[in-house]
């Protein structure tokens, strides 16, 4: 079959197609119709007849063996045959038959007509795509049947290649899909992950905090800050060469030997000891090195290129129980390093972590914490911590006052010397130590870099000394009048000072104090004639100087405080106030009293010039809620003697059978009312 027969066909499918898509379904027509159908409905007909009569499968066939690329045409045509007959038998229903055309009957058949025209629709929009199907597929027929040989090579070769970039074009366009997907695939995973693991990092954090918060305690720095600083230029030569410092003569000429501490900053593994008599000054010594910036200086150039951790901790033996205790040393130590790597918390408490973070009970959560106070777990722990010393993490640990350390029952300093001299020693990790040079002490350090700090503070309690006398001005107007004087002083402490900066301290408070009583120079002398040089002997001399006026009370005072600190309370100026001034009938009245905040006012300054009265060292003001605390460790044991208390007690009136325990439980309650 040539193209023109094609034509021929495809001009009778497209008349029975545009016949069939104009069907209009209305009652009129049908009513005034001689066939009882619409004129649409006819039209349809008449073309769906003559498509039928084409003998489409007698034609079709020749024109499939002429062409076999015609196969396409032919398909429409059988899908346009099967059409024209379901048209045909939709149409017949819908004619009325017989000449009269009751009105009853064309109103029920337009209204079958509407349902079917929905039907017909459907056929109508199968046939418009058939038409449009076909004349797209004629018109390159016949373009391509009028093109000569070379022209149809030309275009099946670029038929051919169409196909190839098509196909290309397909495959990319696929690859891309499948990429896209994969790639947003990958971003949900991603963004699943991300919020996974942020999740996970909330619940990581919350755990670190939790454990560190139950280290942490409240008076772990109560000892640190209660040190006075260093004054000023003195124990710079910490950091100088021993020999430079020898030579300089700022040392007195008996010194011994010591180790260089710079040197050991650098490069020592052993533990470093520092050791002095009571009060020689050990923990200002401690505290301006582990303040100091060039400490830090040196221990980075020992660390370099590892992580470099530090930590301090200050025994205090007239503390709350942490601060006497291994606990407390223990607690403080984690802390401070595990506080600036909160990442190790999950290694070093690894179990209370991981059930602390698997559970959602805060019952169960603080009985997981309580754990981390238990004192096994707490050696385990800091073991652990020890352990980490490595290339990468460098640990430096200074604890002072080891003799201020209290063992439980029979404990001695043999205990807390074994948790030092049990840690391995380690290029990665140093440990200074400082305490009173007690024989257990010194068989377990001496053989270690160490230093004896007494030898070592001539010259800077002679700048010490200078520098007080020089700023009192009553001391400057007596140093005018005797220009010798001056330095009869200075070289009078410093000959009876035995490097304890803590009798120096109070020699020159007795000396200003006389200089407030309008003493002469010759006072002066005798009054520095005779204080004993032996740091109790003067305690002794200082209590037995106070005035009969206010011995009574002083008494008072150092028994209640005495009482309170063997049950591990530190009172308020003002509960000491109240203490000392409390009566049976004040405590148990109903009525309740309201003290005015000027009424506490005096009564803290009251008791502030009784304790500067008693303790004539303390010059600035202190603060109405202060907690009272010895002066120092010497002071608790002097006043804990047994020879000290029956001094106290003899100077107590017999008459109210004053009971010091009494009179602070009376204070609590006369200051809760």
């Known amino acids: 079959m040539d193209s023109f027969s094609a034509l021929n066909i495809a001009q009778s499918v497209a008349h029975f197609v545009e016949f069939g898509c104009s069907i209009i379904s209305n009652t009129t027509q049908i009513y005034k119709s001689i066939h009882g159908a619409t004129v649409s409905q006819t039209e349809t007909t008449f073309a769906a007849r003559r498509l039928l009569e084409l003998n489409f499968e007698r034609r079709m066939g020749t024109y499939a063996r002429a062409k076999e690329s015609h196969e396409t045409l032919c398909e429409i045509c059988r899908k346009c045959i099967a059409l024209s007959n379901d048209l045909l038998v939709k149409l017949k229903e819908l004619r009325l038959q017989g000449p009269k055309h009751r009105k009853f009957k064309s109103l029920l058949l337009a209204l079958r007509s ?12 199968r046939i418009e795509a058939h038409r449009r199907e076909l004349s797209d597929h004629l018109l390159a027929a016949t373009w391509f049947k009028s093109l000569d040989a070379d022209q149809q090579c030309s275009i099946d070769t670029l038929t051919t290649i169409l196909r190839i970039v098509v196909k290309e074009a397909h495959d990319k366009l696929k690859s891309e899909l499948v990429a896209r997907l994969e790639n947003m695939q990958k971003e949900r995973l991603a963004e699943e992950e991300k919020k996974y693991v942020e999740q996970q990092r909330q619940l990581d954090e919350t755990a670190d905090l939790a454990v560190l918060g139950h280290l942490n305690f409240a008076s772990k720095n109560a000892r ?3 040190i006075h600083d260093a004054h000023r230029t003195t124990f710079s030569w910490i950091f100088k060469d021993s020999e430079i410092v020898r030579a300089s003569g700022d040392v007195a000429e008996n010194t011994r030997p010591w180790n260089n501490f710079v040197e050991w900053l650098k490069h020592g593994k052993d533990i470093y000891w520092i050791n002095g008599k009571a009060g020689s000054g050990k923990s200002t010594l401690m505290r301006y090195i582990v303040e100091n910036a060039e400490t830090f200086e040196h221990l980075r150039e020992w660390a370099e290129p590892a992580e470099l951790r530090v930590a301090s901790f200050y025994f205090w033996h007239s503390g709350l129980p942490e601060q006497r205790s291994q606990s407390g040393l223990f607690r403080s130590l984690l802390y401070e390093i595990l506080c600036k790597r909160p990442d190790l918390v999950r290694h070093v408490f690894r179990e209370e972590w991981e059930l602390f973070r698997s559970t959602e009970s805060k019952v169960e959560q603080m009985a997981i914490l309580e754990r981390v106070h238990w004192f096994r777990r707490l050696k385990l722990a800091f073991a652990y911590l020890v352990s980490l010393a490595s290339d990468e993490l460098k640990l430096c640990f ?7 350390y209290e063992g439980q029952g029979s404990d001695g300093p043999e205990t807390i010397i074994n948790i030092f001299k049990s840690i391995p020693i380690s290029p990665n990790l140093k440990i200074c130590l400082s305490s009173r040079p007690w024989v257990a002490f010194e068989n377990a350090f001496n053989e270690g870099p160490n230093l004896r700090l007494q030898d070592l503070t001539y010259r800077d309690i002679r700048v010490y000394v200078r520098d007080r006398l020089e700023s009192d001005h009553r001391m400057l107007q007596l140093s005018e009048a005797y220009p010798a004087q001056k330095e009869y002083f200075v070289r009078e402490i410093l000959s009876k000072a035995n490097g304890v900066f803590l009798w120096v301290s109070l020699v020159i408070t007795s000396l200003l104090t006389g200089l407030t009583n309008q003493d002469d120079i010759s006072d002066l002398q005798n009054r520095l004639k005779g204080i004993p040089p032996d740091l109790e002997e003067f305690y002794g001399y200082m209590l037995k100087g106070i ?7 002083a008494s008072r005072i150092f028994q209640i405080y005495n009482s309170a600190s063997d049950v591990d309370v530190r009172p308020t100026v003002l509960e000491l106030d109240l203490a000392v001034t409390a009566t049976y009938a004040d405590s148990m009245t109903s009525e309740r009293k309201v003290m005015s905040e000027e009424n506490i006012q005096k009564r803290c300054d ?3 010039t009784q304790l500067k009265e008693i303790n004539k060292t303390q010059t600035h003001k202190i603060k109405a809620d202060s907690k009272v605390s010895y002066l120092h460790r010497t002071v608790s044991d002097f006043l804990k003697k047994d020879s000290t208390r029956a001094y106290l007690e003899s100077n107590t009136s017999k008459s109210d059978s004053f009971d010091p325990n009494l009179s602070l439980l009376m204070s609590y309650l ?4």
């Open 547 to 553: 005035s009969k006026d206010y011995i009574e009370k």
């Open 398 to 404: 200074f604890i002072d006052g080891l003799d201020e």
């Open 606 to 608: 009251r008791m502030i």
């Open 224 to 226: 640190r800050d209660e």
């Open 670 to 673: 006369i200051n809760l009312k």
């Open 114 to 125: 509407i349902w079917s025209s929905e039907a017909i629709g459907d056929f109508q929009k």
